[in-house]
């Protein structure tokens, strides 16, 4: 069998990741992968997720017993309304179902096992697989967790790289081509890796379309609150597709992390919500049933750690504040990161627009760097991201800023 055994490529972002770590150049940046750096390029814990920890670690719950199958039961409520509002109507119809999952990725995982087995088209083929429809382009895992799970994946036009803004046209004329029942798989807030979001008018689109055509939407959403500081406004668009009543879809799957927006990257927390169109207590209990085995079979119970930890911070209203002050404290570095990019740049006369810069969101910009000129920033200044040209802007602080903009000005004008 060792023949069928092939070497793989290593993936490209963490690969990046190690290449930076090899780097002996002092000035080296690494603009890779999309984790949260301070004004000193430090990895941060947040202040309230260190509140949080220390009234773990001196409370009786500071235990490392197993959580049940679906999770701790405070965390997934909480984590609910964080998403979907205080005020959801689905939450108080009871619509909701709500399991823990190993961070997004893991809440991905879930929804792709889940339609794969419960969303297949009816058709005599017996092969028939359940069609996801992703962005083009996209993050780069989402396709492989989706084939991974035995589903189609297909690519929805997204991204105009030469007017750097969205092809809303191509996107809907998509929609309303596909088969019926496909999935969508749509990016909740800072998609990755433009980092250009639809306006509220385009998503309403959007969702009309999906409706209309008797699709069901999977937001993903791993940015809510890093975008503008606001869980609202970042939550926005799956809240108007799941509340204004305006839409009628077999179902909302909603997948969250907590990994960017409580800096707990490594501590593998986020959750799963299936939105039912209507309240139905059988059908609730089936779902929550079909998930835990799902959850059972593949990891037995979510990690603990992470959970209590948001738990607190989103129960206790001094660290909830606190959160929502960190929240800001994030967001509005890193968008002062892309003006202060942008301003740079400008003052160097660098060949090119570059204002999309600050147009986009979250922690990505698509710079339109090509993969050469990425190379070139890698090999002589030591710069590093992603061979498609999306930098994490999270990595830039005032240390290292112009020295980005002076690199990236020598690279365009050669
Ligand atoms: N979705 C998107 C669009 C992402 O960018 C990421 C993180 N890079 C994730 C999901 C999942 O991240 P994690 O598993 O660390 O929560």
Known sequence: YSE?????PPDPLFGIKTRCAKDTRPEKVDLGIGAYRDDQGKPWILPSVRKAEKLLHESDDY?????????????TQLAAKVILGDDSKAISEDRVVSVQSLSGTGSLHLAGEFVAKFFVPKSSDESSKATIYVSDPTWANHIQI??????????????????????IKEYVE??????????????????????????????????????????LPLFDCAYQGFTTGSLAKDAWALRYA???????????????????????????????????????????????????????????????YGAKIVSLVLSH???RKQWQQDLITMSSRIMGMRKDLVAELQRLN????????TQQKGMFSFTGLSPSQVQELAEKYAIYMSGNGRASIAGLNPGNVKYVAKAIDAVVRE
């Open 174 to 215: 998509t929609i309303q081509k596909a088969p019926k029942g496909s999935i969508f798989l749509l990016h909740a807030t800072a998609h990755n890796p433009t980092g250009m979001d639809p306006t509220e008018e385009q998503w309403k689109v959007i969702l009309k379309a999906i409706s209309d055509n008797g699709h």
């Open 242 to 304: 799941i509340d204004s009543g305006l839409y009628s879809f077999p179902g909302v799957l909603v997948c969250q992390s907590f990994a960017k927006n409580c800096g707990m990257y490594g501590e593998r927390i986020g959750a799963f919500h299936v939105i039912l169109p209507e309240h139905n207590q059988a059908l609730n209990s089936a779902v929550f049933s079909q998930l835990s085995k799902l959850i059972r079979s593949e990891i037995s119970n979510p990690p603990g």
């Open 146 to 167: 989706f084939e991974h799970c035995g589903l189609e994946v297909q690519k929805y036009p997204y991204w105009n790289a030469a007017t750097k803004s969205l092809r």
């Open 317 to 319: 209203p001094e660290l």
């Open 4 to 8: 069928n055994i092939k070497q793989l």
């Open 350 to 357: 660098t060949p090119g627009v570059w204002t999309h810069i």
């Open 63 to 75: 235990n490392h017993e197993y959580l049940p199958i679906p999770g701790l039961k405070q965390f």
